[in-house]
T-cell receptor
């Protein structure tokens, strides 16, 4: 089954404690991206990757890191989480050229 | 920068009736893609319908159809014969066919309630 898998689905952490949200896709897509969803703001892009070892900033990259060592995996790293990073996070993948994006199940992150 | 506007934060419709969700966008491009995504309480983002800007014909998927007005930069979603399972947050999204950043620009969403 074609899918994007994110883990964990829920996470509560404390300010400053490094965390990683994993994302994996099994569709051999070149393009992967991370979004955060906040009430009244829709989804906003954090980082994206065009292919292995190629990543770049989206609209709201501050406080986040990513890596793309393998085509299927695109983890999101919060080196020192802060309460303003409390949000719902989505990983997405797609082929290039306007095809639909496939989304993971979402990760609800709370930073206290 | 491209922007997507959904001016209806909440909508409600009687079961079996028809409802239209509005979306407008701003772009200087002539070639692009538009999407409607559904987000039920499970949080999963589900593609409802996709429209390519160079196609004049409005996209249709079963009970879901769009009214795409390119000159007016409008992309509304019509849901016919509304069902309880249609209750969700609906997001309109825009993408340019840029072979670099395949970013989706989202609107702020419309929460649709179905009244039994």
């Amino acid at each position: 089954e074609a899918q994007v898998t994110q883990n964990p689905r829920y996470l509560i952490t404390v300010t400053g404690k490094k965390l990683t949200v994993t994302c994996s896709q099994n569709m051999n897509h070149e393009y992967m991206s991370w979004y955060r969803q906040d009430p009244g703001l829709g989804l906003r892009q954090i980082y994206y990757s065009m292919n292995v070892e190629v990543t770049d900033k989206g609209d709201v990259p501050e406080g986040y890191k990513v890596s793309r060592k393998e085509k299927r995996n695109f983890p999101l790293i919060l080196e020192s989480p802060s309460p303003n990073q409390t949000s719902l996070y989505f990983c997405a993948s797609s082929r290039s050229g306007g095809d639909e994006a496939f989304f993971g199940q979402g990760t609800r992150l709370t930073v206290v | 920068a491209q922007t997507v506007t959904q001016s209806q934060p909440e909508m409600s419709v009687q079961e079996a009736e028809t409802v239209t969700l509005s979306c407008t966008y701003d772009t200087s491009e002539s070639d692009y893609y538009l999407f409607w995504y559904k987000q039920p309480p499970s949080r999963q983002m589900i593609l409802v319908i996709r429209q390519e800007a160079y196609k004049q014909q409005n996209a249709t998927e079963n009970r879901f159809s769009v009214n795409f007005q390119k000159a007016a930069k409008s992309f509304s979603l019509k849901i016919s014969d509304s069902q309880l399972g249609d209750a969700a947050m609906y997001f309109c999204a825009y993408r340019e066919p840029n072979f670099g950043n395949e970013k989706l620009t989202f609107g702020t969403g419309t929460r649709l309630t179905i009244i039994p």
